[in-house]
């Protein structure tokens, strides 16, 4: 590593060392997903309908941050893979709702032995992990509330 201080070294770069970092995690989970039959996004789906079960599609879009239109692969596979149902809402026929499967429920007991594991393979203390987390979401919250 250079010690030049030039602003536009790739190693001088947030959005690199956020994008690098994103890329060595989702491997990571990878690894621990793929005995689940499980896909990153999937898991992100997932965690988020085990937090709370039968929500729309575009509340589970905006969540992660995603267009629905985005998602709408990943939730097919996820029903074809008998994981969740999509189901037309009550009240708005246009709307989706997401439910999760006896089988996707199940799923909830092991991811957390995954989550156990993720976190022991970063090699730091909980305390510094969850820091790091509140960090990068304050981060977030700032760009998203900033305008170009």
Same mark, same amino acid.
Not at 96 to 100: G, T
């Given at each position: 590593m250079t010690t030049d201080h030039n602003p536009l070294l790739l190693e001088q770069q947030l959005?690199?060392?956020?994008?690098?970092?994103?890329? *060595?995690?989702?491997?990571?989970?990878? #690894?621990?997903? *793929? /005995?689940? #039959? $499980?896909?990153? /996004?999937?898991?992100l789906v997932l965690l988020i309908l085990w937090e709370e079960d039968g929500i729309g599609l575009k509340t589970i879009a905006s969540r992660l941050g995603q267009q629905s239109g985005a998602l709408t692969p990943v939730i097919k596979r996820m029903e074809d893979e008998q994981l969740i149902r999509r189901e037309r809402s009550r009240d708005d026929e246009r709307a %989706?709702?997401? +439910? $999760?499967t006896e089988q996707g429920k199940v799923l909830r007991t092991r991811a957390l @032995?995954? &989550? +156990?594991?993720?976190? @022991?393979?970063? #090699? *730091? /203390?909980?305390? =510094? %992990?969850? *820091?790091?987390?509140?960090? %990068? =979401? +304050?981060?977030?919250?700032?760009? &998203?509330d900033s305008t170009i």
């Open positions: 959005c690199f060392s956020l994008y690098s970092t994103s890329l *060595a995690m989702t491997q990571v989970y990878k #690894g621990y997903l *793929a /005995p689940l #039959g $499980l896909t990153y /996004p999937q898991y %989706l709702q997401i +439910r $999760l @032995e995954v &989550n +156990r594991c993720v976190f @022991e393979q970063c #090699g *730091a /203390p909980t305390q =510094d %992990l969850l *820091a790091l987390k509140d960090q %990068l =979401d +304050r981060l977030r919250h700032s760009l &998203n």
